[in-house]
């Protein structure tokens, strides 16, 4: 068990100002493993204090400096690859080589990215009569999400101190011991004290503290399009930047011309990482009509394969898995087709649901219009090509997405979906490229040279 009783403020651990704490449990047994302060709106005024006072010398740092040290960091977390891979497994539940490969390393390279475009990226340039700066928008407030901890701080915290900006991270409640590993990689990589500042806590009440803090300049927030709308309406009424990733209900969208058999599988592949608590998932297969029925066969036998416990943790919290359930249960009462899984608990202890499959799902039920983000799939026939179109871009979400099919023929239909970034015929995960989504997905863009942007204001002198 690990107990921690303090703040990464100002370049320090610093006592909470409570003496509450947040107790983290394993999801895969249900046991407490560690506890955590329970930040005030005291620590969020501290740490935004000492981010202020950070500024204009981080600020002023050159921009290669800043680079070296976000180079250093990134050195710093791969010495803690196989820690941070074991804690994720433990208050998250991914499957240790999932939480290896994707929570350890993907934010790995994510901050090698950052420590490139802090040396490389144009921060000044000439138009015109004008020199055109680019130019850190000041303290940003950095609230990330439980399903990927470590990758969503670096996706936040790197651009940001590639940019010159100061930083205050409040990550999720249910996972924050890797933000404690983070801050003492931070630390170690010699970022100046205060330009990073860790506080724990409670979303409604850290959380809210820091996006509503006068001295916040941008609030960069990950979850859900509920609590996205709260932190904009925060945020607008004090013009203050937001940066917003929020809800998703992807569409794998499988053409005539597609390799059938593959784009089923690496479907239900993606669904099923990370047990579906992924906001970019592939949660709603469409299929030609002609060859539905093969299709469903398909993903039956596909998604046999991922056992509860084994292939798919569990999810992060009793509530998350109640939620997710209910989901379930709703699909079989609006008349979908249970082909795999079903509402009933696969394992008796942890948080565990069936990996499921629907079939004859229509467009406008609860499954296939809501998020659900759970390892739940929605298999939905299509007539012809305007149909899958209108079904695809028929939700209020438009984070990510998928086409598989000749390649020309995929490209066409991609660029007309109403979405931030899609796979063709399952195209590699790219970390350079801007994720992000129209719609109610969200407000902006990270990673690569698109999120540093999020981070930067612009200056115009003209001569």
Not at 85 to 91: G, H, K, L, P
Not at 340 to 357: F, L, M, N
Request: aromatic content about 6%; some cysteine.
């Amino acid at each position: 068990m690990k107990a921690h009783d303090a703040m990464y403020i100002g370049g320090e651990w610093r006592p909470a100002s409570s003496t509450d704490t947040i107790a983290v449990i394993n999801p895969a047994d249900e046991q407490v493993i560690g506890h955590v302060p329970a930040g005030t709106a005291a620590d969020v005024d501290a740490a935004v204090r000492a981010a202020r006072a950070a500024l204009p010398g981080w600020a002023a740092t050159p921009p290669a400096e800043r680079g070296a040290r976000i180079a250093a960091l990134r050195d710093a977390l791969a010495a803690r690859a196989e820690e941070i891979a074991a804690t994720v497994t433990a208050e998250l539940g991914a499957p240790p080589q999932l939480a290896a490969a994707v929570h350890a390393g993907l934010p790995i390279a994510v901050a090698g990215t950052y420590a490139e475009l802090a040396a490389t990226h144009p921060f000044e340039e000439k138009v015109g009569n004008s020199t055109v700066y680019s130019e850190p928008v000041g303290v940003v407030a950095a609230i990330t999400p439980w399903n990927y901890p470590l990758h969503q701080i670096v996706a936040k915290v790197a651009p940001a101190l590639a940019a010159g900006c100061t930083i205050v991270l409040k990550p999720a409640e249910d996972t924050p011991l890797v933000a404690q590993l983070f801050a003492e990689a931070v630390h170690e990589a010699g970022i100046p004290a205060g330009v990073f500042n860790l506080v724990t806590g409670l979303g409604p009440v850290a959380g809210q503290a820091l996006a509503e803090h006068p001295d916040v300049d941008l609030v960069s927030f990950t979850g859900s399009t509920a609590v996205g709308r709260r932190i904009g309406a925060l945020a607008g009424g004090a013009v203050k930047r937001v940066a917003l990733e929020l809800g998703g209900k992807s569409a794998n969208v499988i053409l005539p011309s597609a390799d059938l058999p593959k784009a089923v599988a690496v479907g239900i592949a993606n669904v099923m990482s990370n047990s579906g608590q992924t906001c970019s998932a592939w949660t709603r297969m469409l299929i030609p009509a002609d060859r539905y029925e093969e299709a469903v066969a398909l993903a039956a036998a596909a998604v046999a394969k991922y056992v509860p416990g084994e292939r798919v943790g569990p999810l992060v919290n009793a509530k998350q898995r109640e939620r997710v359930r209910g989901y379930i249960e709703k699909g079989v009462e609006e008349g979908a087709r249970l082909v795999a899984g079903g509402p009933e608990a696969p394992r008796e202890t942890g948080y565990y649901v069936s990996p499921t499959v629907f079939a004859d799902v229509t467009p406008e039920m609860t499954i296939a219009q809501e998020e659900i983000f759970g390892p739940v799939v929605s298999l939905l026939r299509y007539e012809d090509e305007a149909d899958a179109l209108a079904i695809a871009n028929g939700t209020e979400y438009g984070l990510a997405g998928a086409v598989w099919g000749e390649p020309e023929e995929a490209v066409a239909f991609a660029r007309r979906m109403e979405t931030g970034q899609v796979d063709i015929n399952g195209g590699r995960f790219n970390p350079r490229a801007p994720f992000g989504g129209y719609k109610q997905s969200g407000v902006g863009r990270e990673l690569g040279a698109h999120g540093l942007s999020e981070y930067l204001q612009t200056k115009s002198l003209q001569f």
